[in-house]
């Protein structure tokens, strides 16, 4: 790509793609090689030739442009958990795409992870009322999904978020569920907890957050998981093969870590040993960092 027929080509090809609203399955490969392969030098001119598909109209387009003004808004999350396809012919194809990334299928794969996580501790309750935390709660779709799927439900949630606008979409989903569950418009590094949990669940969240306050946050929330509880909190592998389109096309950056960093991260909390382990959904792209008391 760095010399001028070479670079004649990439015109060319992205001029085809947006030309045919986009690309068909068997073109997916050689787009993603050549978005690995490119330098950094060379991502403005790339963005600015596909300008016409990054908006909001296309799920890597929202990402780019950021309408609620961050990564990771509870509104692309369920985008992602539903595979929304915008059904307009300019940008169907875009989506269809981007639902074939792995790390978009790790996301569906880790809302499944909570809802068994979800449902063994509802069967370990045998009636007895169960409390969890879920910080950085979204859309609270793996919750939903969870109700619908055990209706004699135990467990009783409280559900911190930042944004009030993810809050009154997840309150509104969760309409005939309320009963049972008690949303905070709080910033989980602010946040004092008054009770015990008997789980402490987060996804999408600590990606976000520098190392300092990972390890911070773990040793502060583990003091309030319940004698025989667990936290189990999420994060991005550093393996993971959507990385670069995500930050080349998605403007989408999260810090991405190891299992040896995620159970580092839990030693340098103070946790023991014996308590640290780190699970992960089928890809192995959404590790999760599980902490027992
Ligand atoms: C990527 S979403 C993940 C949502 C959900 N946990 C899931 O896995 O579907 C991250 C959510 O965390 C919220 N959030 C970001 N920073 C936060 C903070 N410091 N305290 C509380 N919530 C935060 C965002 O508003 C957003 O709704």
């Given at each position: ?8 080509t ?10 045919k ?6 073109e997916?490969e050689?787009l ?7 330098e950094?030098?060379?991502?403005e001119?790339?963005?600015e030739?596909?300008q016409p598909?990054l908006?909001?109209?296309t799920i890597?387009?929202?990402s780019f442009?950021?309408?609620f ?5 509870f509104?692309?999350?369920?985008k992602?958990y539903?595979?929304?396809?915008n ?12 639902h074939?990334f ?8 880790r809302?499944a ?7 063994e ?10 409390e969890?935390?879920?910080?950085g709660?979204?859309?609270?779709t ?15 949630f ?9 809050i009154?979409?997840?309150?509104n989903?969760?309409r ?6 008690n949303?905070q418009n709080?910033?989980?590094i ?8 008997d789980?402490?669940?987060?996804a999408g969240?600590f990606?976000y957050?520098k190392?300092k306050?990972?390890v911070?946050l773990i ?6 998981v319940?004698e025989g509880g ?6 991005f592998n550093?393996?993971n093969?959507?990385?670069k ?7 989408w ?6 299992v040896?960093?995620?159970n580092?991260?839990?030693?340098r909390?103070g946790?023991?040993d014996d ?19």
């Open positions: 790509m760095n010399n001028s027929v070479e670079t004649e990439l015109q060319d090809k992205i001029e085809n793609l947006l030309r609203h986009g690309p068909e399955p068997p997916y050689e993603l090689s050549l978005v690995d392969a490119m950094a030098s060379e991502v001119a790339f963005r030739a596909m598909i908006t909001p109209d890597i387009g929202f442009t950021k309408p003004g961050y990564n990771g808004d509104f692309i999350i369920e992602i539903q595979r929304y396809v059904p307009d012919e300019h940008f169907r194809r875009w989506d269809e795409f981007f074939t792995p790390a978009a299928i790790a996301v569906v794969n809302k992870l909570a809802r068994k996580v979800l449902a501790l509802n069967s370990k309750a045998a009636g007895k009322q169960r969890v935390l879920i910080l709660s979204g859309p609270v793996e919750v939903y999904e969870y109700f619908n799927e055990n209706p004699a439900n135990t467990l009783r409280d559900l911190l978020d930042l944004d009030n606008r993810s009154a979409y997840a309150k989903k969760h005939n569920n309320l009963h049972c569950m949303f709080q910033n989980v602010r946040f004092n907890p008054e009770k015990q949990y789980l402490i669940w987060s969240l990606d957050f190392d306050h990972f911070f040793r502060r929330y583990y003091e309030f319940k667990e936290m189990i909190i999420g994060n550093v393996e093969p959507s990385r389109i995500m930050e080349v096309l998605g403007d950056f999260l810090y991405h870590r190891s040896d960093e995620l580092d991260f839990a030693r909390a946790i023991p308590k640290i382990s780190v699970i992960q959904e089928p890809l192995g792209i959404n590790l999760f960092l599980r902490l027992r008391k």
